[in-house]
Nanobody, 130 residues
Framework: QVQLVESGGGSVQAGGSLRLACGVS????????MGWFRQAPGKEREGITS???????????YYDDSVKGRFTISLDNAKNTLYLQMNSLKPEDTAMYYC????????????????????WGQGTQVTVSS
């Protein structure tokens, strides 16, 4: 069973950067959709980026318009870690951030709602002040 553990959240001023990490364990092969979601207080959990994970380099990535050009999803295979590099942060980026995974057998990875993911990390808080 895949297990995910996020880290790297914190507080930053607008315009700053943070890098979130999602440690992946229990991977035994196959293709997974790997995504980053966020949930602000009083709002629904929303997907912001996803990729296909097959144990090698990420072949394709997807981004919500709200983060396109500012956030980058990447993978370090040697460390079994998925990253979310967040640049030019805005106060509206303030939220709890989660990584998620689901086995895919050819189904699309984007868009994919939170209900379509099976594995979740515990979340890490990102706070951006103006």
């Amino acid at each position: 069973q895949v297990q995910l553990v996020e880290s790297g959240g914190g507080s930053v001023q607008a315009g700053g950067s943070l890098r979130l990490a999602c440690g992946v364990s229990g991977y035994t092969g196959g293709a997974y959709c790997m995504g980053w979601f966020r949930q602000a207080p009083g709002k629904e959990r929303e997907g912001i980026t996803s990729s296909i994970y097959t144990g090698g380099a990420i072949p394709v990535t997807y981004y919500d318009d709200s983060v396109k050009g500012r956030f980058t999803i990447s993978l370090d295979n040697a460390k079994n870690t998925l990253y979310l590099q967040m640049n030019s942060l805005k106060p509206e980026d303030t939220a709890m951030y989660y990584c998620a995974a689901v086995r895919t057998y050819g189904q699309r990875c984007w868009p994919r709602s939170k209900d379509e993911y099976d594995y979740w990390g515990q979340g890490t808080q990102v706070t951006v002040s103006s």
